[in-house]
């Protein structure tokens, strides 16, 4: 049951600043969270390395503050390297044209979600549509799913899902597909919920290899 009013519209310019903030916003969540796995779960490696400078030092007696310095260099590369790719590498750059008007060339359709009062609503969510580029059938992908933080697990991505796959249904759209980050479980979930199929799991290397992003493949049929 929803605690609070909610109206699901379609995009319009005025939303632009809010709503590409919410995303970018929750993209970085989840990629942060993916940084910090893989930080933890590299300890073993951590751990060898550092075995490896004792016993170089023991051997060559070099000082060991160099030893320090280069062990714990890679480490450091690590940390900027995924900094790096939360800040800029995975934004939704094309989202600088949806201030040209919506829907806009990139998307079939965008819908945000609002609360509030008549007087004062503000946009909470979003959900786009596009024609899937890999298929002369008529396919839809689902992109732009974002909820604020504040309001979720409240209902709101279910309404957005819902007036996505309504639309597709109503346009005879053959399958729905979307691609999401592992580290996004609770929409994975949310997904499987509304009849959506893991199809394909790979990894992408980004930021010259240095993290590792799990992304799965889902669809969704009549």
């Known amino acids: 049951m929803l605690e609070y009013d909610i109206l699901i519209r379609e995009y319009e310019v005025e939303d632009y600043d809010r709503v590409r903030d919410m995303i970018t916003n929750g993209l970085r969540e989840a990629e942060a969270r993916i940084v910090k796995a893989q930080v933890i779960n590299k300890a073993d490696v951590w751990a060898i390395l550092l075995g490896l400078v004792a016993v170089v030092r023991f051997i060559f007696s070099i000082d060991l503050m160099i030893l320090a310095a280069v062990s714990f260099l890679t480490v450091f590369i690590y940390y ?3 900094l790096l790719y939360m ?18 060339h990139r ?7 609002e609360v509030g009062s008549p007087a004062k609503r503000e946009v909470v969510g979003s959900v786009a549509l596009r024609r899937a580029d890999d298929s002369n059938e008529y396919k839809l992908e ?3 799913m974002s909820v604020d933080k ?13 007036k996505a796959l309504d639309y597709s249904l109503e346009k005879d759209a053959k399958e729905v597909v979307l691609t999401s980050s592992s580290a996004q479980m609770p929409a994975i979930r949310l997904y499987s919920k509304f009849g959506f199929k893991i199809r394909r799991i790979f990894t992408e290397k980004v930021m010259f290899g ?12 009549k």
């Open 107 to 113: 998307y079939e359709k965008f819908w945000v979600a």
């Open 80 to 82: 900027v390297s995924g």
């Open 142 to 144: 689902l992109k732009r």
């Open 87 to 104: 800040n800029f590498y995975r934004l939704p750059m094309e989202l600088e044209d949806i201030n040209l008007g919506c829907p806009i």
């Open 210 to 221: 240095m993290i590792h992003v799990t992304l799965v493949e889902m669809s969704h049929t």
């Open 150 to 162: 504040k309001y979720r697990r409240r209902g709101t991505a279910s309404l957005l899902l819902r």
